[in-house]
């Protein structure tokens, strides 16, 4: 009867530490307002050559997303898969 008081004891120590909220949170600073130089810096920041947008318009995105997938090592460990160890 002992070693069930204190297992109940242990469980009711537990499960108030676990329904327990955490203290209230200082709400964070407000932003600095943003530097009007910097933006203005940003938007005069071009480029008037055309050429990067031809080649954006002729890159195929999915077709670059599946050829750095196929390089990329398994993200869950799967060695079935795995292209990169010898058989």
Do not use: C, H
């Not at 004891?9 to 327990?20: E, K, P, R, V, Y």
């Amino acid at each position: 009867m002992r070693g069930a008081g204190r297992a109940l004891a242990l469980w009711l120590i537990g499960t108030g530490m676990a329904l327990a909220e955490d203290p209230p949170k200082k709400p964070p600073p407000p932003p600095e307002p943003a530097d009007a130089e910097f933006l203005e810096f940003l938007g005069s920041v071009g480029s008037d050559d055309d050429g990067w947008i031809n080649y954006l318009s002729q890159t195929d995105p999915a077709a670059a997303a599946r050829v750095a997938a196929a390089k990329a090592p398994p993200v869950n460990g799967d060695k079935k898969n795995d292209k990169s160890q010898n058989p």
